[in-house]
C-alpha cells in the first residue's frame, strides 16, 4: 500500500462520536476517510461537496445515513474532521 498523501485528524467530538456510532457504520466511515487521504485530490471524490453559507470553508463527506463535516489545509495535506452527524443534523 502506497504511503498516504494526506493526515487524518479528529476533533475530540467527532473521535467521540465516532467510537458512539454503531459497529458496522463507524469502520465504513474510517474506510472512506482511509480513502480520502489515498486521494491526490480528496475534493474530487464523489461523496464529497462543498458547503455553503456559514459553512462554506467546509466540506461534506457521505456515508450513508451519516456525514462527515472536515476542513482541508492544503498547504500542510490535513484533512481535520469537525463532526460526524446523521444526516438530518448534519447542518
Known amino acids: 500500500m502506497s504511503e498516504k498523501s494526506w493526515s487524518v ?5 467527532a473521535l467521540k462520536a465516532l467510537e458512539r456510532l454503531d459497529k458496522t457504520v463507524s469502520p465504513r466511515i474510517l474506510d472512506y476517510l482511509e480513502s480520502l487521504a489515498e486521494a491526490e485530490n480528496p475534493l474530487r471524490q464523489k461523496d464529497v461537496r462543498s458547503l455553503e453559507g ?11 445515513e451519516y456525514r462527515v463535516i472536515f476542513e482541508l489545509d492544503a498547504e500542510n495535506r490535513r484533512i481535520g474532521v469537525l463532526a460526524i452527524v446523521p444526516r438530518g443534523r448534519a447542518y
Request: no cysteine; glycine share 6%.
Open 9 to 13: 485528524e479528529f476533533s475530540k467530538s
Open 54 to 64: 456559514k459553512l462554506k470553508a467546509f466540506y461534506r463527506l457521505r456515508v450513508g
